[in-house]
């Protein structure tokens, strides 16, 4: 058993990653030890290379080995821990690469937890101790651990610069104020400091006001905008109200008109079937008198006929038109005319009006690629997030389906089933971004909630409600969202640009040639951030690239 205290002993059971105890201690095939997720991470960050080295040997593996833990060698950290080997200097209080080392350390040097200003030194926690004992190190000016206390020295007379030239603005030694710098205005640093203190104060509380004023300012938008929605929908509700009215009015107008007109040609028609019925009766009688044989019996017969009248109601008949409401269809369209006069008179008094919250209202799309550039997004793809089917490269722009598994380490937010990546970055404001496909590719957005693991339609980009998808395939596309398929007609082309408008809830797919094609365009509201994704067909060889486009 290791004696406690023994430094070169405790070495041997740490890290050489973290500098502490090792925690899960794994051996890889050159035999050196480490915890296990300092080499996870330290792996993770040359999957890219898809080579796998040794911090301490630099040996070089391929695949990525798989790790086990190295129970001897825990149960031995265990057993070291119980004996308080771990109450010796701990490494992970050795200075580092990117650390501020004592410069009064012999040996392997600690982390210094301060520097003087004043012995231009830095010291860990046990060579500062003097500064707190000694009445005269007491005055000594002590800062965070700092590496620049160089630049505090004057490189011509290899002095502290503890004063400041106002004519030349910069820090000087009491020497240079006497020579070079003799006449200038010339105060100490400190002094200097305290100016530019106050100065700097004053500007934050400028600064400060100016931000309230600006949500005062923001405050009074939102409550503009509120009004404006109020306003528009109260007098949508008025208008369809007013209008309704109107409209039952002039029906029961044309209605009671309508009855009136049926009932005098109903009349008139009636009165005319009559006058018809007689005109046979006597025609009857006529025919039968013209049939007598008998001439006596004729002349005897023909005064008692009685003489036809004439008639009163064929000549108005015949002159009257049979229009009746062809005046209120012009009387209708004379109103439109004049209403639509009124409201562009009233448009110009409504975009006077609101002009003053035009920032909250959407703004318009972009038309051109140029104008599209102007918000481009670089996109990354999130290593912990893509399928073990997905082969990553350029950078973690591109995947490529493979069939055989990637040894990424397993990570709550990796999707466990389909073929899916979803970027780094989140994405708000305004954005755009460009993704080259090769294959069937779905080009999508997603909330960060969206479910991982499974095969469930909630894992799926496009068939739930916290994603959107477009499916290109070779010379078709279909959009997706909440398992609701959408067919989209336009060019199919190799690159997909992507607009998002976060905050007006635009969300755009264009196909991008010589020209911009919008192939769908959805206006929804996003109450999350969204992440652009990408989910390759299981096809060997279908790849999507993220493009740069700066």
């Not at 051109?368 to 973690?396: C, M, W």
Request: contains cysteine; hydrophobic residues 30%.
């Amino acid at each position: 058993m290791a004696q406690q205290g023994n430094p070169l002993d405790q070495a041997k059971f740490c890290c050489s990653v973290c500098l502490d105890l090792l925690t899960d201690p794994v051996t890889i095939p050159c035999g050196h030890s480490y915890c296990m997720s300092c080499i996870e991470t330290h792996w993770d960050k040359e999957d890219e290379k898809r080579i796998y080295s040794c911090p301490q040997c630099r040996q070089t593996f391929t695949p990525r080995p798989v790790l086990g833990k190295n129970i001897m060698l825990a149960d031995l950290v265990e057993e070291l821990k119980k004996t308080g080997l771990q109450a010796a200097p701990a490494d992970h209080c050795c200075a580092g690469a990117e650390d501020v080392a004592c410069d009064f350390c012999t040996g392997r040097k600690l982390k210094a937890v301060k520097s003087c200003l004043v012995c231009l030194a830095s010291y860990c926690e046990k060579h500062l101790q003097p500064h707190y004992d000694v009445p005269l190190l007491k005055k000594h000016k002590l800062v965070d651990p700092t590496n620049k206390l160089q630049e505090n020295i004057c490189s011509r007379h290899d002095e502290v610069m503890k004063m400041f030239c106002r004519t030349d603005q910069q820090c000087i030694c009491y020497l240079c104020s006497v020579d070079e710098h003799k006449g200038h205005d010339t105060v100490s640093a400190a002094a200097e400091r305290t100016e530019r203190q106050r100065e700097l104060e004053l500007s934050r509380q400028q600064i400060q006001q100016r931000v309230q004023d600006r949500e005062k300012d923001v405050k009074l938008l939102q409550q503009d905008l509120e009004a404006v929605n109020g306003s528009a929908d109260k007098a949508v509700e008025d208008s369809e109200k007013i209008f309704a009215e109107m409209i039952r009015s002039l029906k029961q107008q044309i209605r009671s008109k309508q009855e009136t007109e049926v009932s005098r040609v109903k009349d008139l028609q009636e009165k005319l079937e009559q006058e018809i019925t007689e005109l046979k009766r006597k025609d009857a009688e006529l025919k039968q008198l013209s049939h007598t044989e008998d001439h006596n019996q004729f002349l005897h017969n023909y005064p008692s006929l009685t003489p036809l009248s004439p008639s009163t109601h064929s000549s108005s008949i015949n002159i009257r038109p049979l229009r009746y409401f062809e005046a209120v269809t012009a009387a209708v369209s004379e109103v439109r005319g004049r209403l639509q006069d009124v409201l562009t008179e009233s448009e110009t008094n409504i975009s006077l009006t609101v002009t003053q919250v035009d920032v909250l209202l959407p703004q318009p799309e972009p038309k051109t690629r140029a104008e599209f550039l102007r918000y481009s997004q670089e996109i990354t793809l999130d290593p912990n997030t893509v399928n073990k089917h997905l082969l990553l490269s350029e950078g973690n722009r591109k995947v490529t389906f493979v069939r055989e598994k990637q040894f990424y380490s397993n990570h709550r937010d990796r999707f466990t089933y389909w073929s899916q990546v979803l970027s780094r970055e989140s994405l708000t404001g305004r954005c755009y971004w460009e993704v080259k496909r090769r294959g069937d590719v779905d080009v999508a957005v997603a909330y960060k909630n969206i479910r991982r693991a499974g095969k469930s339609d909630e894992c799926r980009f496009g068939l739930n409600d916290k994603s959107m998808s477009l499916d290109c395939c070779e010379d078709s596309c279909t959009f997706y969202y909440n398992s609701i398929d959408t067919p989209v007609s336009g060019p199919v082309s190799s690159r997909v640009g992507v607009y998002l408008d976060h905050s007006a809830g635009v969300l755009s797919f264009y196909s991008v040639t010589h020209i911009m094609t919008l192939l769908h365009r959805v206006q929804t509201t996003f109450t999350q951030p969204l992440y652009a994704g990408a989910a390759i067909n299981d096809d060997d060889g279908f790849t999507a690239e993220f493009c740069k486009l700066k």
